[in-house]
């Protein structure tokens, strides 16, 4: 049974945009049900236009029945290489550095129904050792979507970039209750109760790094999407130093977001990294 982890229980263990013609606008962090959203291939092209489909966290149209609302979310159902996972301790340690260079601007939120999404301000970067992305948004699950040993926490937040070859790579961050952060204040403050339209905040500075961990030690594994259409060949890093949340800023994210995190997937085998 996946139990909800406490404070210092575990401390090292879209950006809108349009893409190959069609609308993103909640790239990995769920398309709008109204709208059309990208089939994101592992090379990162869009094969075609996807028309979407009513989705949901719960009931008839929750997770275990994502991959049966249409044919291109069959990923979801009959994919081997999906997204979250337990991260257990793997037998293999990684030293590659993750950098990251996120700039600051004008905080770019809204409110897609699945999630708060924040937009990334023009030249935020990340290099894995293996390539660069572009940072394109960040958004927020409650609880976490990721476990680590079976132990869940009580948000996770999805920073998700793109590279010049269409590949995804997405930083998982993980938060426990404990201290206020002061990081999330802006985005409280100014996050949509309701599904809504973009809002450009002006006079409130945003930069994404803030909602990083100083130490950017990471699990690394190759994953996919976590919400329709669970596409794969996802560049998945998701830290292993935990940031702390009050519980009035858990419990202020939860009135919104509900519970909007797909349970952990099957690792079949897939090779996962820890740091050293």
Same mark, same amino acid.
């Given at each position: 049974?996946?139990?909800?982890?406490?404070?210092?229980?575990?401390?090292?263990?879209?950006?809108?945009?349009?893409?190959?013609? #069609?609308?993103?606008?909640?790239?990995?962090?769920?398309?709008?049900?109204?709208?059309v959203?990208?089939?994101?291939?592992?090379e990162?092209?869009?094969?075609?236009?996807?028309?979407?489909?009513?989705?949901?966290?719960?009931?008839e149209?929750?997770?275990?029945?994502?991959?049966?609302?249409?044919?291109?979310?069959?990923?979801?159902?009959?994919?081997?290489?999906?997204?979250?996972?337990?991260?257990?301790?793997?037998?293999?340690?990684?030293?590659?550095?993750?950098? #990251?260079?996120?700039?600051?601007?004008?905080?770019?939120?809204?409110?897609?129904?699945?999630?708060?999404?924040?937009?990334?301000?023009?030249?935020?970067?990340?290099?894995?050792?293996?390539?660069?992305?572009?940072?394109?948004?960040?958004?927020?699950?409650?609880?976490?979507?990721?476990?680590?040993?079976?132990?869940?926490?009580?948000?996770?937040?999805?920073?998700?970039?793109?590279?010049?070859?269409?590949?995804?790579? #997405?930083?998982?961050?993980?938060?426990?209750?404990?201290?206020?952060?002061?990081?999330?204040s802006?985005?409280?403050?100014?996050?949509?109760?309701?599904?809504?339209?973009?809002?450009?905040?002006?006079?409130?500075?945003?930069?994404?790094?803030?909602?990083?961990?100083?130490?950017?030690?990471?699990?690394?594994?190759?994953?996919?999407?976590?919400?329709?259409?669970?596409?794969?060949?996802?560049?998945?890093?998701?830290?292993?130093?935990?940031?702390p949340?009050?519980?009035?800023?858990?419990?202020?994210?939860?009135?919104?977001?509900g519970?909007?995190?797909?349970?952990?997937?099957?690792?079949?085998?897939?090779?996962?990294?820890?740091?050293?």
């Open positions: 049974m996946i139990e909800y982890i406490g404070l210092n229980r575990f401390q090292t263990a879209l950006r809108t945009s349009l893409f190959a013609g #069609v609308d993103l606008l909640a790239l990995a962090a769920c398309e709008r049900s109204a709208e959203s990208e089939d994101a291939s592992p990162g092209a869009a094969s075609h236009e996807v028309k979407a489909v009513h989705w949901s966290y719960a009931g149209d929750g997770p275990e029945n994502w991959g049966g609302l249409s044919e291109d979310y069959a990923a979801c159902a009959t994919g081997t290489a999906q997204s979250p996972i337990d991260l257990t301790q793997p037998g293999l340690a990684s030293d590659t550095a993750l950098s #990251v260079d996120y700039a600051s601007g004008p905080l770019e939120i809204f409110n897609n129904g699945h999630t708060v999404q924040i937009n990334s301000a023009p030249g935020s970067t990340m290099n894995n050792g293996e390539k660069d992305y572009v940072l394109l948004q960040l958004h927020f699950h409650t609880p976490s979507e990721h476990t680590v040993d079976q132990l869940r926490f009580p948000l996770e937040a999805h920073f998700v970039h793109r590279a010049d070859d269409g590949g995804l790579g #997405v930083i998982g961050v993980l938060f426990e209750e404990g201290a206020h952060n002061d990081a999330l802006p985005v409280l403050a100014n996050m949509p109760q309701d599904v809504s339209e973009l809002h450009k905040i002006d006079g409130v500075d945003f930069n994404p790094s803030d909602l990083l961990p100083a130490d950017l030690a990471v699990y690394r594994y190759s994953g996919s999407l976590t919400t329709p259409p669970c596409s794969e060949g996802v560049a998945w890093h998701v830290a292993a130093n935990v940031l949340a009050s519980s009035d800023q858990l419990n202020a994210l939860r009135a919104v977001l519970e909007n995190a797909r349970p952990v997937q099957p690792i079949n085998q897939r090779e996962i990294t820890a740091p050293n």
